[in-house]
Each structure stands twice: as C-alpha cells, then as structure tokens.
T-cell receptor
Framework: ETGVTQTPRHLVMGMTNKKSLKCEQH?????MYWYKQSAKKPLELMFV???????ENNSVPSRFSPECPNSSHLFLHLHTLQPEDSALYLC?????????????FGPGTRLTVL | GENVEQHPSTLSVQEGDSAVIKCTYS??????FPWYKQELGKRPQLIID???NVGEKKDQRIAVTLNKTAKHFSLHITETQPEDSAVYFC????????????WGAGTKLIIKP
C-alpha cells in the first residue's frame, strides 16, 4: 500500500481501556506527526517526530503516549481517556520536520471514548 | 501563543463564481502559509502555499495572496466547480512554535449548481 496508512480506522473504547493507534508511511519521509481533529476546531498538532526523535510535544496530556520505533512507523498509545478525547486522529508525514515540506496525511482513526 | 483565525466558517457560492477565504495570524515572524483541502470523508491535501518573501502565488484557478503588514492571507478560487466543494484549512508557521504549523478552524465551501 502506498502513502500513509492508519489502523484501526474506527475505535470505540471505555475510559479504563488501553489501546494503540498505528501509522505507517511508505514515502521514505523522515518526519511524522499526530494531529487531533475535532468538529469545527483547528487541527491540533500533538506530536512531531523527526528522524525518530520527538521534536514537539504541544502540552498533550500524559494519557496520550507516542512511540516512533523507526522513521516509517508511529504509534499513539492511549490509556484512561476521557469522553472529550473522542475525535478523528490523523497521522501525517513529511520529508523533514520543517514546516515548508508538504505534509501527507493518513485517512485517520475515528476514536470514540465511552 | 500564536492564533490563526479563519473566516468565514461556511461559504456558499454559485457554480462559476469566485470564492475567497481569509486567514489572519498574530506572529509577524511567521514565514510559511499553506492551504489544505479536505473533501468529505477524505484526508487533507496541500493545494497551494506561499512563503513570506512572496506577495502572491497562482496555480490555475487558485491563488493565494499575503499581506504581511496586515498579517493576513487569502485563498482565491475562480470559476468554481462542484469538485471545489470541501473544507479548506489555512495554517501559519510562527516562530514561537518553532515554526511548526498552527491551523485555522476550516471553511466549508459549498458550490451550488
């Protein structure tokens, strides 16, 4: 598969569950991003990794824990989430971790927290 | 911190007419301004971008203008077509976020036949 893929596409979890979101990019890029997209709100940048090192962490609650084992894979580990965490979680990648590079997005994971 | 305001939140235009979406930013050191298009149920995709050393950029029916003095930039779509219906997001890269993109809330563009 080409481009940026995300699994699962939909996820329903309780507040006490632990789950993980997975992102994989097949573009040979060096930077990967996690975004949160809520209805009628700006895209919220959560984490940026460049060459597998975390570059940005925009004051995201500790119940979200990212992992980047290599430049092609990115995970978002979730635990004890709140209902307000329900949103579309988008992964993106770019050639490098600088803003001038086009970001290529995955299809997103629609997360519902009950 | 940096804030990007985007207006309008919804824009409805007749097919063939022009559409303009405007964004304002607060950090005068911002130096990169992309526009992304997100069709219903699809992922955002870059459609045009502009750097702070350029005032205007065109690509066929779309153009972006930048006014650094007023700290605003706009997306212009001419001769709108049904496939232009989507949500459009602007973004800016301010210095105090290490130049990582700060996004607007999006504009839903509806093209009426």
């Amino acid at each position: 598969e080409t481009g940026v893929t995300q699994t699962p596409r939909h996820l329903v979890m309780g507040m006490t569950n632990k789950k993980s979101l997975k992102c994989e990019q097949h573009l040979g890029h060096n930077a990967m991003y996690w975004y949160k997209q809520s209805a009628k709100k700006p895209l919220e940048l959560m984490f940026v990794y460049s060459l597998e090192e975390r570059v940005e962490n925009n004051s995201v609650p500790s119940r979200f824990s990212p992992e980047c084992p290599n430049s092609s894979h990115l995970f978002l580990h979730l635990h004890t989430l709140q209902p307000e965490d329900s949103a579309l979680y988008l992964c993106a990648s770019s050639q490098d971790g600088i803003p001038y590079n086009e970001q290529f997005f995955g299809p997103g994971t629609r997360l519902t927290v009950l | 911190g940096e804030n990007v305001e985007q207006h309008p939140s919804t824009l409805s235009v007749q097919e063939g007419d022009s559409a303009v979406i405007k964004c304002t930013y607060s950090d005068s050191a911002s130096n990169y301004f992309p526009w992304y298009k997100q069709e219903l149920g699809k992922r955002p995709q870059l459609i045009i971008d502009i750097r702070s050393n350029v005032g205007e950029k065109k690509d066929q029916r779309i153009a972006v203008t930048l006014n650094k003095t007023a700290k605003h930039f706009s997306l212009h779509i001419t001769e709108t077509q049904p496939e232009d219906s989507a949500v459009y997001f602007c973004a800016a890269s301010p210095r105090d976020s290490n130049y990582q993109l700060i996004w607007g809330a999006g504009t839903k563009l509806i093209i009426k036949p």
